[in-house]
């Protein structure tokens, strides 16, 4: 399997996945602004997407696949039927049964998590209509990691397109019918849920892999390979999540700030989601089935050179992403959202929690490349104890960062968090040598230092020929502007990279 190839493959699905997202941002900033009910919806969502992340994508993938990885190379495809039938029962039933604790407890979340929300009774109600999806996501994670460990890629990295679909047409059609429109958004989480399973099937079924699910909630629980799964799942859970709770800390923190405080985070968010996706996630994905079959082979060598491959690309893209991403905020802000009610106050107040994402941005996409080389030997110890170190600090970064820079000291914190993990996980697989270094890395950097400089001068020079915020009436001369101003600076970078000796073959990798 060429690796590039595939990872180009997975990132123009995360690609269309991000921009049809970010669509979906603009038309919610567009007919909601950044005020009370926006910042409600926000919360109520960020709650069940949370425990989505915890206990169905995030914690369940690592576990699941490394050990599925397992018994697909060591015993084979009726095995890994078993296995994955037993894990499903769990998964399904158990997020079913948090779902109706959630619906139940939901004011007692809101409360919990932003007690300073002025519209919380919406929050509620629209916290409650999507408690559901986890369960939704949960069927979605266990479908996506096995079809990457079959390395089927593609449908899981489009299904999330689903959901933003679902919010589009929302946005569009439904909001201007219901009494508080801010519903319509939760009413399209709930359907995109709906929607994500539905694509999964057909793509089980061809490879002989749809899971059996029994109406006994504890069918399965005796398979061995279910207490692995689960065991590992405990710890991973502290581990996949450091930044998801520090992102939940953070919104009871905006809370508590200016009105609209949440939005402008969450916009911030948003953007900085989009390099982590198309690069960290797509990384990720490819990295963790690749490197647990060569865990499972015993092949020392490919695991470090498959590690290395990783680290060198996304130094490659995150840096010139974290570059442009500092220095064309007001330009992105302006261009994706400064519509309808989201008024250039917003725009400006939305700038300043994205650059301070952005000098985070690399440390944020290293974990992502860094944790699976962990999750692939099924070490699941590690990880934890560095996220629960690195979420203590970064909350006592807020407690320095917040009173001097406000919501933008929120998503330093967030950032210089996930710096501090990304060391912290390097710096365990040096010391077990786990990965071995290949020579020429510091002139690799060093050139990539050159090349984002003369890129970020481009781009702060471009960016100051244009009013962004001036043009907020002319959305297509906005957007062709900052395209055309990206494409320049993409060019810069990559001619630089040229001129200095850099050619595409270098990254080519062919997984064994």
Known sequence: M??????SAISSMTMLSRITGLLRETLIARAFGAGAYTDAYIVAFRIPNL????????AFSQAFVPILSEYKNKQGQEA?????????????????????????????????????????????????????YISFMAFVALAGGVLNTWREFKIPAFTPVLLNIASILASLFLQQHLEHPIYAMAIAVFVGGVLQVAIQIPALIKIGMLPTLSWNPAAGLGDPGVRRVLKKMGPAVFAVSAAQISL?????????????SISWLSYADRLMEFPTALLGVALGTILLPSLSKAQADGDQQEYSDLLDWGLRLTFLLALPAAVGMAVLAEPMIATLFHYGKFTAEAAAQS??????????????????????????QQDIRTPVK????????????NWVFVPYLQVAGLALSIGMGACLNAGFL???????????????????????????GLMGAAAWFGARQIDWLGLQHHALLRAAALLALIGVCAGVYFAALLAMGFRLADFKRIAR
């Not at 994205?354 to 490349?369: D, F, N, P, S």
């Open 248 to 260: 939940m800390i953070n919104t009871s923190i905006a809370s508590r700030l200016a009105e609209g």
């Open 51 to 58: 425990l989505r992340r915890l206990f169905a994508e995030g």
């Open 351 to 376: 700038t300043h929690p994205l650059i301070a994402y952005a000098a985070g941005l690399l440390g944020i996409i290293l974990v992502k490349t860094l944790a699976p080389a962990f999750y692939a």
């Open 80 to 132: 890994s039927k078993r296995l994955t039938d037993h894990v499903a029962n769990t998964l399904v039933w158990s997020t079913l049964i948090v779902s109706v604790v959630g619906i139940i407890a939901s004011p007692l979340f809101i409360y919990l998590i932003a007690n300073g929300l002025e519209e919380f009774d919406a929050a509620v109600w629209m916290t409650r209509l999507m408690f559901p």
């Open 2 to 7: 060429n690796l590039l190839k595939t990872l």
């Open 386 to 397: 560095i996220a629960i170190g690195v979420l203590l600090a970064t909350q006592l970064m």
């Open 426 to 452: 390097y710096a365990g697989l040096r010391r077990r040598g786990i990965h071995r270094p290949k020579p020429g890395w510091t002139v690799f950097c060093v050139k990539l230092v050159l090349a984002c």
